[in-house]
């Protein structure tokens, strides 16, 4: 699946990111964001969108920036105080709206390109905010994202967000050292995709699932697992992703006891920690979306 990205948009930003290095392209979002600004942001307040919004601010000032939180079910409560804190330290200026993806038969029904349905959903309230103020509307996609299933691609792409970390060849290494450089406290934060991406393909996406799932990992973060982690749900079994130094970390029979109760007081039955390890996309794998 390839991103809103078109190759002229992709080749003529890349040849201004100086010798490929990650300053080199910092200087050139600088250019791009003067060139296109003033930009409406979509903001999850993750590693990508909070490095954007910085510099956005930092370029174009806090009134030509606007960072607005889609707010549903599938946007964990911790997610959303994290993102209000990062905004709120760069300075961004943040607006709230309300998306409906659960009242879409085709998003609850989680087909393989659910994503695209949540997409739509959202960039159908974004995309009237930055036409009545007059703003362009991006993202925080970067390349490394090309690379990955992304049918929320093409609602982007249906509402003309633009995408200057992706097309200045911004990979996550680049993001996550720029942002440690600028002091910005997502620099290391694990990834954090919807709550929705935690179901198997064919699953219902319901608002009961969703707040099993949150509460399930934020009992894994009470009791002190770092780093990536994923409750995946498979009806009555959990089944956890860990990386794999937690994963030897918490290899004893006492601290696994500790796990599954943390995730059975969300109401699963049974819990199974992948020895795998922690995968982005596992669920894509599972579904046959991507190979294994």
């Not at 109760?261 to 046959?288: K, T």
Request: some cysteine; overall charge neutral; proline content about 6%.
């Amino acid at each position: 699946m390839t991103l809103p990205v078109q190759p002229s948009q992709r080749a003529s930003a890349a040849s201004s990111a100086a010798s490929g290095e990650p300053l080199g392209r910092e200087r050139a979002l600088m250019a791009w964001l003067r060139e296109h600004g003033p930009v409406l942001l979509g903001f999850s307040g993750g590693v990508d969108s909070a490095y954007l919004a910085s510099v956005a601010v930092e370029v174009l000032g806090a009134g030509s920036v606007l960072a607005v939180i889609g707010r549903s079910a599938s946007y964990p409560e911790a997610q959303w105080r994290a993102a209000r804190e990062v905004a709120a330290l760069c300075g961004v200026p943040v607006q709230e709206v309300a998306t409906h993806e659960l009242e879409d038969p085709d998003y609850v029904a989680n087909p393989s390109d659910r994503c695209f349905f949540c997409k739509r959903e959202l960039w159908s309230r974004l995309a009237p905010l930055a036409d009545a103020r007059g703003m362009l509307l991006i993202d925080g996609t970067n390349a490394d994202d090309l690379t990955d299933w992304r049918p929320g691609a093409r609602a982007a792409a249906d509402h003309a967000v633009r995408s200057p970390l992706a097309e200045l060849e911004f990979t996550k290494a680049d993001i996550r050292w720029l942002s440690r450089r600028r002091g910005l406290p997502t620099a290391d934060q694990p990834s954090a995709p919807c709550l929705a991406s935690r179901l198997p393909y064919g699953t219902p996406v319901t608002t009961a699932r969703l707040s099993q799932v949150e509460r399930a990992e934020s009992a894994l973060r009470a009791v002190g697992i770092p780093g990536d982690l994923r409750v995946r749900h498979h009806g009555a079994i959990a089944r956890v992703e860990l990386t794999p130094d937690v994963i030897e970390a918490w290899s004893s029979a006492e601290r696994l006891e500790v796990l599954r109760e943390a995730v059975v007081s969300a109401g699963f039955a049974r819990v199974v920690v992948d020895l795998r390890g922690f995968r982005s996309g596992s669920l894509n794998v599972l579904g046959g979306i991507v190979a294994g």
